[in-house]
T-cell receptor, first 115, second 110 residues
């Protein structure tokens, strides 16, 4: 059973471009979480999705950021018109049950650099 | 905010010594989890303790939870250089998301 797969591992974008980060959860996992991490800091919750539904997006900026988890295919975190402040590591995690009952399995992250 | 605060922020010890990290949080929880992160990598789950549990062991790890004080501690016994990493506590509230603390950077010298 492959782990949580994130790609790309590194993504470089110029200001104003779009960034699309992909996350394939572990097989059988229908709960996906996205986190953002700045250097030397902890993980900041962004959004929680459960197959085709956004359960909690309270940590995600209302503008420029969106997330989806379609019935088929990976979860996508989309950042439009990127700015330098979006530079960070973005981690995806999955679980078979909500985090209130279950541990999370993390991907290796996508390092986004905005020039 | 429910985010946990960890103490100390950084810890340096010699191999063979024990390392203790503390975590405090603010609101009621369903469970508390500890994760480890090696530099530039994703997080790896270490241990989960439920709100009705007080202590849990896993190999060289011992976790305690005091819900009355809203605090938890992670003890790593007989540390090894390979234990060098950042350690995070995370709390799971009834809202189903996991909120992470600020982390403790542990350095174990050979």
């Amino acid at each position: 059973n492959a782990g949580v797969m994130q790609n790309p591992r590194h993504l470089v974008r110029r200001r104003g471009q779009e960034a699309r980060l992909r996350c394939s959860p572990m097989k059988g996992h229908s709960h996906v979480y996205w986190y953002r991490q700045l250097p030397e800091e902890g993980l900041k919750f962004m959004v929680y999705l459960q197959k085709e539904n956004i359960i909690d997006e309270s940590g995600m900026p209302k503008e420029r950021f969106s997330a989806e988890f379609p019935k088929e295919g990976p979860s996508i975190l989309r950042i439009q018109q990127v700015v330098r402040g979006d530079s960070a590591a973005y981690f995806c995690a999955s679980s078979p049950q909500p985090a209130t009952n279950e541990k999370l399995f993390f991907g290796s992250g996508t390092q986004l650099s905005v020039l | 905010s429910q985010q946990g605060e960890e103490d100390p922020q950084a810890l340096s010890i010699q191999e063979g010594e024990n390392a203790t990290m503390n975590c405090s949080y603010k609101t009621s929880i369903n469970n508390l989890q500890w994760y480890r992160q090696n530099s530039g990598r994703g997080l790896v789950h270490l241990i989960l303790i439920r709100s009705n549990e007080r202590e849990k062991h896993s190999g060289r790890l011992r976790v305690t939870l005091d819900t009355s004080k809203k605090s938890s501690s992670l003890l790593i016994t007989a540390s090894r250089a390979a234990d060098t990493a950042s350690y995070f506590c995370a709390t799971a509230a009834p809202t189903d998301k996991l909120i992470f603390g600020t982390g403790t950077r542990l350095q174990v010298f050979p």
